[in-house]
């Protein structure tokens, strides 16, 4: 079993920039992919970014250019860098690592709000 737990999620002004880290419980690996999903109020889940095991990258449209996800293995951690944030990314953002079996975090509150 493997937990997933997400940090530096809060509250940002339009343009500013938030780093979201995902820490896991055990080596990230040896999944295929790890990455974030975001759900919005009255909103479905969505796909935000990933990473694979060999670090190809796939994007939201709604986010290429303004944040990248990137992995460090060694500290089995994720991150999420936003940058040039828009009130249309405030939502809950998860913390997800695919594989052998799926595994999602609590999530992480993100506001943009001036």
């Known amino acids: 079993q493997v937990q997933l737990m997400e940090s530096g999620g809060g509250l940002v002004q339009p343009g500013g920039s938030l780093r979201l880290s995902c820490a896991a419980s055990?080596?990230?690996?040896?999944?295929?992919?790890v990455g974030w999903y975001r759900q919005a109020p009255g909103k479905e889940r969505e796909l935000v970014a990933t990473i694979t095991r060999d670090k190809r990258t796939n994007y939201a449209n709604s986010v290429k250019g303004r944040f990248t996800v990137s992995r460090d293995n060694a500290k089995n951690t994720v991150y999420l860098q936003m940058n040039s944030m828009k009130p249309e990314d405030t939502a809950v953002y998860y913390c997800?690592?695919?594989?052998?079996?799926?595994?999602w975090g609590q999530g992480t509150q993100v506001t943009v709000s001036s």
């Open positions: 997800n690592a695919a594989g052998i079996g799926t595994y």
């Open positions: 055990g080596n990230i690996f040896r999944f295929d992919a």
